[in-house]
């Protein structure tokens, strides 16, 4: 199994501006992914990025994966209040169990 | 859409009560998840299961057992409740899949153990 690290811990942030937040593991993965969790709700899934994949979008989420440097960044564009949750990556691979860092409580401010 | 349910959204129990946590998914998933979410802690594993009767530990199960009958229903069972089993419970679901496939969650089980 694998663990993620989140960097920063807490993002505060002006509505509009972009969000960056960074995840460190330790071993080698065939994947990564990252999921958003809403105060007081269950985790939803965002994205996932193979090893052999740099960057990957989807709508306002760019994430990037550096295998040679064990990290990945996700980046949200054009922050919105809705944005405001707590974000985590989750390296794995196929049949492994997936472990969760201690995520990054993005802050988005109107 | 995949619907991952969790019998409660609140639920308060006494020290020393048998609680059973419940959760159902709907989408014919093989692998099912325990968690528990503490402030500071993140999501911590207590139990997975990769089909009907097969269960293996994560990496906090003392405490806690699990049952799975149906492979749509996935039970978290706290023998003898404790406070500080006091916790936000997070039940998953995933497909088993070549290239790692994504966890669906239910909406949690805020439990405190009085």
């Known amino acids: 199994s694998q663990q993620g690290e989140e960097d920063p811990q807490a993002l505060s942030i002006q509505e509009g501006e972009n969000a960056t937040m960074n995840c460190s593991y330790k071993?080698?993965?065939?994947?990564l992914q990252w999921y958003r969790q809403n105060s007081g709700r269950g985790l939803v899934h965002l994205i996932l990025i193979r090893s052999n994949e740099r960057e990957k979008h989807s709508g306002r989420l760019r994430v990037t994966l550096d295998t040679s440097k064990k990290s990945s960044s996700l980046l949200i564009t054009a922050s919105r209040a809705a944005d405001t949750a707590s974000y985590f990556c989750a390296p794995g691979t196929s049949y492994d169990k997936v472990i969760f860092g201690p995520g990054t409580s993005l802050s988005v401010i109107p | 859409d995949v619907k991952v349910t969790q019998s409660s959204r609140y639920l308060v129990k006494r020290t020393g009560e048998k609680v059973f946590l419940e959760c159902v998914q709907d989408m014919d998933h093989e692998n099912m998840f325990w968690y528990r979410q503490d402030p500071g802690l993140g999501l911590r594993l207590i139990y997975f299961s990769y089909d009907v009767k097969m269960k293996e530990k994560g990496d906090i199960p003392e405490g806690y057992s699990v049952s799975r009958e149906k492979k749509e229903r996935f039970s978290l069972i706290l023998e003898s409740a404790s406070t500080n089993q006091t916790s936000m419970y997070l039940c998953?679901?995933?497909?088993?899949?070549?290239?790692?496939?994504?966890?669906?969650f239910g909406d949690g089980t805020r439990l405190s153990i009085l």
């Open positions: 998953a679901s995933r497909s088993s899949g070549t290239w790692g496939q994504p966890q669906h």
């Open positions: 071993t080698s993965i065939n994947n």
